[in-house]
C-alpha cells in the first residue's frame, strides 16, 4: 500500500467505504496535528491507504509538520484553478496529504455554496482509499463542528491541562446538543506516568455522565516522549523518524484500535457520502446517524 496511485472513476474497481475520522480536541496546542499525522502514518503501517485532509481552514499546518512543500491547496480547488487530485500531496509510507490554505483568512468563513465546492471536488477523486483523517481547527466555530459532524468517528485529544478538559468539554456539549453526535472517543496525549491517560479520560466521562447523553470511549494514550519534540524540530512524524521509541509505540497502538471502529450500521461509508454530510452539517440539516 505504501504506493498506491489514483485510478479513473471509470475503472472497474469498486467504490470501497471509507471510514472518516475527525481529530478535535477544543483548545488550541493539545497536539491534535501530530496525533493526525502519526495516526495516519501508523494505519499506513498496517496496509491501509490513508489519507489526511487539513482541515484547519485559517492556519493549516499538517504539510509543515511533515516537511511537506505543496504548491496548491484547497483554497485553488475552490476557485476552480485546480481538482482535488492535482493539490493532493505524497507524504511518508505513501499517505496522501490534501493542504488547506495557511493564512487565507476567507478559508476560515466558508459558506454554503464554498461547501458545495467541496462536495463536487470530493466527489470527483479517483484514489483508492480506506481511511480518511480530518485535522479540525481548534475552537468550536462553525467548520469544526461542520467536519467532526460529518465524520463517522470523532477522536478528541486531552492533555493534562484544567483548560483543555473544559474545552473539550465545551466541543462535546455543543456538537451533542447543536450537531446531534452522540459518541466520542478520547485520547489523552503527552501522559507522563502510567495510568494518568485513564484518569484524564475519566474526569472528562464523569462531567459528561452528568450533564450530557453521550457515550466516550477511551481511546487510549500517547506518553510524554522527547523523540516527539526532536521529530517536530526534524519536520517529521515520531512514527516515522523513530519508529522504536515510546511515543511511536503508543501512536502504533491507537492505529490498532482505530482499525477495529466500524462505518456505523446504516451510515453510507463512501467518500462522497462524506461531502455530502458536510454540506447538511454546514446547513443545519437534522441530525446525521
Known sequence: MANWKPFSMSSSIPSRPVKVIAVTGGKGGVGKTTVTANLAISLALRGRATMVLDADLGLANVDVLLGLQPRWNLSHVLSGEKTLDEIIVPGPKGIRVVPAASGIGQMAALGTLEHGGLVRAF???S??????????????????????????????????????????????????????????????????????????YQKLARVCDRFLDVT??????????????????????????????????????????????????????????????????????????
Request: aromatic share 8%.
Open 127 to 200: 484514489l483508492p482509499l480506506d481511511v480518511l483523517l480530518v485535522d479540525t481547527a481548534a475552537g468550536i466555530h462553525d467548520d469544526v463542528l461542520t467536519f467532526s459532524r460529518a465524520a463517522h468517528h470523532v477522536l478528541v485529544v486531552v492533555c493534562d491541562e484544567p483548560a483543555s478538559l473544559t474545552d473539550a468539554y465545551a466541543l462535546i456539549k455543543v456538537l451533542s446538543r447543536d450537531r446531534g453526535v452522540g459518541r466520542f472517543r478520547v485520547l489523552a496525549n503527552q501522559t507522563r506516568a502510567p495510568g494518568e491517560g485513564r484518569d484524564l
Open 216 to 289: 466516550l470511549d477511551y481511546a487510549g494514550a500517547i506518553p510524554y516522549d522527547d523523540f516527539m519534540r526532536r521529530a517536530v524540530q526534524r519536520q517529521a512524524a515520531v512514527v516515522d523518524a523513530y519508529p522504536g521509541c515510546i511515543a511511536s509505540q503508543g501512536f502504533k497502538n491507537l492505529a490498532s484500535r482505530a482499525d477495529t471502529w466500524l462505518v456505523p450500521n446504516g451510515a453510507r461509508g463512501h467518500l462522497e457520502f462524506f461531502v455530502e454530510r458536510l454540506v447538511m452539517a454546514g446547513t443545519g440539516v437534522g441530525a446525521l446517524q
Open 123 to 125: 466527489s470527483e477523486l
